[in-house]
């Protein structure tokens, strides 16, 4: 199975970054207000970047080294992909 991380761009601008095998049913799920808590309170605007071909580990791995990136680098590697 091949795992997917996704950043999204929320309502307050905010980025959230998560991982799953399938990303479009995950937007899917953060739209409708069912993914996770931390959109409940900030609406989910934009799937802005997308990396594929992980396993579990290494999109787990990747989660956490992107999250510990701060904005303006998380900003680089959406603008790096549109690239």
């Known amino acids: ?9 929320c309502s307050d601008g ?4 998560g991982i799953t095998t399938n990303v ?3 937007w899917r799920q953060h739209a409708a207000g ?7 309170g900030r609406a989910p605007l934009q799937l802005v970047y ?4 992980y396993t ?4 787990t791995r990747r989660e956490i080294a992107v999250k510990k990136l701060n904005r303006e680098q998380k900003l680089a590697l959406i603008t790096a992909a549109d690239d």
């Open 14 to 17: 905010s980025l959230y970054t």
């Open 34 to 40: 069912r993914g996770a808590k931390y959109l409940r």
């Open 56 to 59: 579990r580990s290494s999109a």
């Open 24 to 26: 479009p049913r995950r």
């Open 1 to 9: 199975m091949t795992w997917s991380l996704y950043i999204i761009r």
């Open 50 to 53: 997308v990396e594929g071909g």
